[in-house]
């Protein structure tokens, strides 16, 4: 009785050994600079999503008048007021570069030195522009009085939350666009041929498209709510 409680036990200790162990055997053929752009991206996806939640939180317990978006961020163009319309091209703009880095993805697998480089830097140069309106955004805003501390157009809370959770995303995509330079340069000089892969690309692309898909909810819960 004792062997087989002994034998039993030894088995238990084994199993719980190669459940701990299962996670080194799954990520055993993932590339390590893969592995920590996945492991990073679901950390930032936390954070976001705590900005998120916090500004409906406020967003729905404020007692003063939330200004209304469409009216906030129109832009007046040829003496008519158009809501949402800087907001709707930098969207386009965002998602656009998604597709352009897609595609520097593609060629690099196929081990296509200009076309890849090209490509990146067609997504820097529509991630540079986001960025761009982005602080003509900025601007306009701080020009009508809005501050992290307060609003003229209603709840204080509309600020610090515009100024975070817009600023926050737009340091994502500002390091983005210098990430893309760097890797356009690499290939350009053909390190990655030299190394034998372009998984520098692809581990970009993970980083461009995470930021992409940040600001859809953004977009969704900020501007359209």
């Not at 163009?77 to 595609?103: N, R, Y």
């Not at 081990?111 to 955004?137: H, I, P, W």
């Amino acid at each position: 009785m004792n062997d087989r409680s002994e034998g039993r036990a030894g088995s238990g200790w084994q199993n719980i050994y190669r459940d701990w162990a299962s996670d080194k055997d799954a990520f055993k053929q993932v590339p390590w600079g893969k592995a920590m752009m996945w492991i990073f991206l679901v950390s930032d996806t936390f954070v976001f999503s705590s900005f998120l939640i916090g500004y409906m939180s406020v967003r729905m317990t404020t007692t003063e008048p939330w200004p209304v978006p469409s009216e906030v961020f129109a832009l007046t163009i040829a003496g008519q007021s158009i809501p949402l319309i800087l907001i709707a091209i930098m969207t386009f703009i965002l998602i656009s570069s998604s597709g352009t880095m897609a595609m520097a993805v593609n060629f690099g697998y196929r081990r296509n030195r200009v076309a890849t480089a090209v490509l990146l830097l067609v997504t820097a140069l529509l991630g540079a522009s986001f960025v761009g309106m982005q602080a003509f955004e900025w601007t306009k805003l701080i020009h009508e009085g809005v501050r992290p501390w307060g609003n003229p157009m209603g709840a204080p809370q509309f600020g610090a939350a515009f100024f975070t959770i817009t600023g926050f995303h737009g340091m994502h995509v500002s390091i983005g666009v210098l990430y893309l330079l760097v890797v356009a340069i690499k290939v350009l000089r053909g390190d990655l041929d030299r190394v034998g892969n372009y998984q520098l690309v692809e581990i970009a692309g993970l980083y461009w498209h995470f930021v992409d898909l940040v600001w859809v909810f953004i977009f969704a819960f900020f501007y359209l709510w």
